[in-house]
């Protein structure tokens, strides 16, 4: 059974900083593509960065490039999103996804195993 549990959410200030993390167990971590998603009040879910555990290739959506980066730990199966120069409009449950993809595009359908989320607010 895949498993994946989200930490790391919280309350920041704009400007700030947060590191999620994403604990995966229950397949071969090696073999699949991890992915950030998130979800504002009132908003669809969209694809914020994921990564391919076999080769660590990332896809960013641009709203966050240059802000957030994501990384694999295969040794630990678990990634990481490093959020820096955080904005309010960062602020959304993040939900980590895993699947077995061969090309990142950010898309929630491309995903077939979700975590519970974790909430992230960003105060003005």
């Known amino acids: 059974e895949v498993q994946l549990v989200e930490s790391g959410g919280g309350l920041v200030q704009a400007g700030g900083s947060l590191r999620l993390s994403c604990a995966a167990s229950?397949?071969?971590?090696?073999?699949?593509?991890i992915g950030w998603f998130r979800q504002a009040p009132g908003k669809e879910r969209e694809g914020v960065s994921c990564i391919s555990s076999s080769d660590g290739s990332t896809y960013y959506a641009d709203s966050v490039k240059g802000r957030f980066t994501i990384s694999s730990d295969n040794a630990k199966n678990t990634v990481y999103l490093q959020m820096n120069s955080l904005k309010p409009e960062d602020t959304a449950v993040y939900y980590c996804?895993?699947?077995?993809?061969?090309?990142?595009?950010?898309?929630?359908?491309?995903?077939?195993?979700w975590g519970q989320g974790t909430q992230v607010t960003v105060s003005s």
């Open positions: 229950g397949f071969t971590f090696d073999d699949y593509a």
């Open positions: 996804a895993a699947d077995y993809l061969i090309e990142l595009t950010g898309a929630v359908a491309d995903f077939g195993s």
